[in-house]
């Protein structure tokens, strides 16, 4: 018999790559999406997949209750959450609330559930260490976390959370630690689709200049199909655990602005201003992540690299602009 899946947050990236590799697997995709005034936002990203949604949020727990009941999934995957560091700074209590406590309220709808076979995927975020690096460069599992944003913050009470479930009510409950994952279908309010799209608008002449933030912090960016793909192996590992999902390869901001405008045959340096706007009132300076666990002992590893990730994302914005 085929396996269901919950995934709540489907509406986004992650969302949408992971609903496309369970179908491919054979589940069936049942997604959770929050109400938007917009309505053709709300599932521009899966629309027509063939996933079943329902109206919810993890800050709603009667939602949550109804939905887990009518679905009675063998898997959930929580993606729900705030996303956005800087904006964290912004709405700080929103964002504690929804990446913390609705971690709670979801790990709750599941043990209410009853089912000691169902299993919990828990995004975790690499922006849970801010600038602790261990002495070799790298952040791992056991790195120390010293989150520098509101989100950060939020996403170690939902980790915490996530392992105190495990233990105290023995729940298949694990924490997928990724670093920055990309794609064309990522917000284009994130760094890397901003610069690439902001690229392509200056190479058609749409536009003249692109202002960006704090062009010296360091990223290990992978793509989310990859990483969806890590979420799976890691929820059906034997043993519920948390992982690290990383590249291992950490770059500029500068470099991301040098490698694209370079394959669009342009110079970064004529077009890329900086505005205070987008810096963040504390920054984390540099990722970098060590993923010879999951490697190792799931068989994990990418497909992309950085250069065929961007490559990809200029050729989605050149046919689409
Ligand atoms: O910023 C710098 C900015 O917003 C990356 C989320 O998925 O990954 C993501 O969080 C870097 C930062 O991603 C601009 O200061 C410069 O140093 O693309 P981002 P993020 O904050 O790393 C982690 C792992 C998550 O979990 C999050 O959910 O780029 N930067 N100029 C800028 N960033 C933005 N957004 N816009 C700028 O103009």
């Known amino acids: 018999m085929s396996k269901t899946a919950l995934i709540v947050g489907v509406a986004g990236q992650d969302g949408s790559y992971l609903s496309e590799l369970l179908l491919s697997k054979g589940y069936n995709v049942?997604?959770?999406?929050?109400?938007?005034?917009?309505?053709?936002?709300?599932?521009?990203?899966?629309?027509?997949?063939?996933?079943?949604?329902?109206?919810?949020?993890?800050?709603?727990?009667?939602?949550?209750?109804r939905i887990f009941r009518e679905v009675n999934p063998d898997e959930?995957?929580?993606?729900?959450?705030?996303?956005?560091?800087?904006?964290?700074?912004?709405?700080?209590?929103?964002?504690?609330?929804?990446?913390?406590?609705?971690?709670?309220?979801?790990?709750?709808?599941?043990?209410?559930?009853?089912?000691?076979?169902?299993?919990?995927?828990?995004?975790?975020?690499s922006e849970m260490f801010g600038n602790t690096v261990d002495d070799d460069n790298y952040q791992r599992k056991s790195t120390p976390m010293n989150p520098t944003s509101p989100y950060g913050c939020a996403k170690v009470l939902g980790y915490n959370l996530v392992r105190h479930y495990r233990t105290a009510y023995n729940m298949h409950a694990c924490n997928g630690i990724l670093f920055n994952h990309e794609s064309p279908r990522r917000g284009t309010n994130f760094v890397t689709n901003k610069i690439i799209k902001g690229a392509v608008e200056i190479k058609k002449g749409l536009r003249n200049e692109l202002a960006l933030g704090n062009l010296e912090a360091y990223r290990d960016w992978g793509h989310s199909k990859d990483y969806v793909r890590a979420m799976h192996l890691i929820l059906n590992a034997e043993k519920p655990d948390d992982w690290v999902v990383a590249t291992g390869q950490s770059r500029s901001i500068r470099d991301m602005c040098e490698v694209t405008?370079?394959?669009?045959?342009?110079?970064?340096?004529?077009?890329?201003?900086?505005?205070?706007?987008?810096?963040r009132p504390h920054e984390l300076n540099y990722l970098r992540g060590d993923s010879s666990e999951i490697r190792e002992k799931l068989g994990w590893k990418p497909e992309y690299t950085f250069e065929s990730m961007v490559g990809e994302m200029v050729n989605h914005w050149m046919e689409k602009l």
């Open 30 to 65: 049942h997604g959770i999406v929050r109400r938007n005034s917009v309505s053709e936002n709300q599932d521009s990203r899966i629309r027509g997949m063939g996933i079943t949604t329902h109206y919810g949020d993890i800050l709603d727990t009667p939602s949550l209750i």
């Open 76 to 125: 959930v995957y929580n993606l729900g959450a705030q996303s956005h560091v800087r904006i964290s700074f912004d709405i700080p209590e929103f964002t504690i609330k929804t990446n913390g406590l609705g971690v709670l309220n979801i790990l709750e709808a599941c043990r209410a559930l009853g089912n000691p076979n169902l299993k919990i995927y828990q995004a975790s975020s």
């Open 261 to 279: 405008f370079n394959l669009l045959g342009m110079d970064y340096k004529d077009y890329v201003t900086t505005d205070a706007k987008y810096m």
